[in-house]
């Protein structure tokens, strides 16, 4: 088990890596319900009991969920990549 203390909202956390991959890596965060997903040095955290965070839970658990939803999960962790990337670049303007 990999952990690693990370910085949300101004404070540091104890948090384990539950999933990574080209470009990201998916963490739980110890004492917040949610997850920090980090795009290289930037994290964003992703509140429980929103859409973002159930395919974010999706795609960490993927080995448990049908083999015939798999591509569809991987496709709407991807896009969801792609929306936090979009922002971050959309802030920097």
């Known amino acids: 088990m990999r952990s690693k203390e990370i910085k949300i909202a101004g404070e540091k956390k104890e948090a384990i890596l539950v999933a990574g991959g080209s470009g990201f890596k998916v963490y739980t965060v110890s004492g917040l319900n949610g997850w920090a ?3 290289g040095r930037k994290i964003s955290f992703i509140e429980d009991k929103t859409p ?8 960490v658990n993927l080995k448990y969920q049908p083999l015939n939803e798999h591509e569809a999960m991987k496709e709407e962790f991807d896009q969801l990549i792609d929306s936090l990337q979009q922002r971050e670049l959309d802030s920097n303007i």
């Open 37 to 39: 997903l980090a795009l």
């Open 52 to 59: 973002e965070a159930q395919t974010v839970a999706n795609y």
